[in-house]
């Protein structure tokens, strides 16, 4: 049964994470209050990108917090991922609904309207909206959408959604108020010195909300 809390995402970036390893961050955001987390690493190639993430799934077994990778399907079924995400310009859902199955969890990267009318909510279970803001963790992301257009977005999609793109602890409320059901970050828990703390912040304004 596919059950997951989008409220705070973690997107793991490896440049960040060089005072504290991959591992160590995830563990720590774990402790903090993190609900999902995904493994992103754009330069580490499919064998690096299972290597870590085998270690993270070994790490994180019991805690009940799924592991999410970025776009690499043949990472995320060696590993034994509970899912994957894709964007605009990876792997097709359906194609990877297809080779992952019906338990697996698909998230869905939507920067614009025409991509939100058009996902398809028996293939995605949830999507990321973004980017809110421009951010250097993601160089070559499409447009800043801002809270407005992340409103919209999560209205047209109708899908569970999370927020992302150059989010920190001040924006919990009007990510949850622009109708989310989660942000996403990296640099607000990925490279502080304190990510258990950084996490549990975000974690302690997003209780607050509710």
Same mark, same amino acid.
């Given at each position: 049964?596919?059950?997951?809390?989008?409220?705070?995402?973690?997107?793991?970036?490896?440049?960040?994470?060089?005072?504290?390893?991959?591992?160590?961050?995830?563990?720590?955001?774990?402790?903090?209050?993190?609900?999902?987390?995904?493994?992103?690493?754009?330069?580490? !190639?499919?064998?690096?990108?299972?290597?870590?993430?085998?270690?993270?799934?070994?790490?994180?077994?019991?805690?009940?917090?799924?592991?999410?990778?970025?776009?690499?399907?043949?990472?995320?079924?060696?590993?034994?991922?509970?899912?994957?995400?894709?964007?605009?310009?990876?792997?097709?859902?359906?194609?990877?609904?297809?080779?992952?199955?019906?338990?697996?969890?698909?998230?869905?990267?939507?920067?614009?309207?025409?991509?939100?009318?058009?996902?398809?909510?028996?293939?995605?279970?949830?999507?990321?909206?973004?980017?809110?803001?421009?951010?250097?963790?993601?160089?070559?992301?499409?447009?800043?959408? !801002?809270?407005? !257009?992340?409103?919209?977005?999560?209205?047209?999609?109708?899908?569970?959604?999370?927020?992302?793109?150059?989010?920190?602890?001040?924006?919990?409320?009007?990510?949850?108020?622009?109708?989310?059901?989660?942000?996403?970050?990296?640099?607000?828990?990925?490279?502080?010195?304190?990510?258990? !703390?950084?996490?549990?912040?975000?974690?302690?304004?997003?209780?607050?909300?509710?």
């Amino acid at each position: 049964m596919k059950s997951f809390d989008l409220s705070l995402y973690l997107v793991l970036d490896p440049d960040l994470c060089r005072t504290h390893s991959m591992v160590e961050t995830t563990m720590a955001a774990i402790a903090g209050g993190a609900t999902i987390v995904q493994l992103r690493d754009k330069k580490a !190639g499919t064998e690096g990108l299972i290597r870590i993430g085998r270690e993270l799934i070994k790490a994180m077994a019991g805690t009940g917090v799924p592991l999410i990778v970025n776009d690499d399907i043949e990472a995320a079924i060696a590993i034994g991922a509970d899912g994957l995400h894709v964007g605009q310009d990876d792997l097709p859902s359906q194609m990877a609904r297809e080779r992952l199955g019906r338990d697996k969890i698909i998230g869905l990267s939507i920067e614009d309207e025409t991509v939100a009318r058009k996902v398809d909510p028996g293939i995605v279970d949830y999507v990321g909206i973004g980017p809110v803001f421009a951010t250097s963790t993601k160089p070559d992301h499409k447009p800043a959408i !801002g809270f407005d !257009g992340l409103a919209d977005l999560v209205k047209i999609a109708g899908l569970p959604s999370v927020a992302i793109g150059g989010l920190k602890k001040n924006h919990v409320e009007p990510v949850f108020g622009a109708g989310a059901n989660g942000i996403a970050v990296v640099s607000a828990i990925c490279g502080q010195p304190d990510p258990e !703390g950084a996490t549990r912040a975000i974690a302690d304004a997003i209780a607050a909300l509710k």
